[in-house]
């Protein structure tokens, strides 16, 4: 089973210039995370995007005017939505039951950008910057309610446990992931007197999220 999230983040800014070379900031704003999914050589459509926050602070060195490093340490909620056909799909359903759910994750990355800048004017910058990221995610949960007849039912589990326990029945947790992953990222954006910056970005997680 191979699971791979690709997220497009929408940047806001704020940076605090210290020296010419090297700013502080704080960075945050809003994204869309999905949830890919394979077994055994088949695409499994089972979950769809969902929009999550994110925040942190950042730190760049300019070499020069052009060219430089950027690091970031983001605090950062995402997930995805089931799709609950595809997920009942070759299930024995009773007739009117309907579910619904959702994935969610608190994670913690780490990404090392290379920069570079081009001037439009004596006020506003672009800037253009890929590289690589790590992430740690201490919780990750499966959030899943079942409606029949009036009746509903919520259970949750984490995405960490190799088994799932329901109502005194224990299955194995065949969505089970790892903690630790690693990407590439890019992003692009403009600056302005630089102290505010405004960008979007993409991140596509490159290892075998199962666990």
Known sequence: ????????????????STFAQFRTGVKGGGNISNINMN???????????RMGVHAGFMAEYMFGA?????????YVYSGATINSDKYTQGLEVPE??????????????????????????PTIKLYVM???????TPTAEQHVRTSYEGE???????????????????????YMQQRWNAGLAAEVGT??????TVGVGFRHILNNMAA
């Open 1 to 16: 089973m191979n699971k791979r999230i690709t997220s497009l983040v929408l940047l806001l800014l704020l940076t605090i």
């Open 39 to 49: 077994m055994n050589g088949v695409e499994l459509e089972i979950y769809k995007p």
């Open 152 to 174: 509903s039912m919520k259970v949750k589990w984490s995405l960490f446990d190799s088994k799932i326990r329901i109502l005194d029945v224990e299955e194995s947790n065949v």
């Open 96 to 121: 009117g039951v309907e579910m619904e759910g959702y994935a969610d994750m608190h994670t913690f990355q780490l990404p090392l950008y290379l920069k570079t800048k081009f001037v439009v004017s």
């Open 66 to 74: 052009h060219f430089g490093l950027q690091t970031e340490l983001l």
């Open 130 to 136: 890929g590289g690589g990221f790590a992430t740690f």
């Open 191 to 196: 600056e302005v007197m630089d102290r505010l």
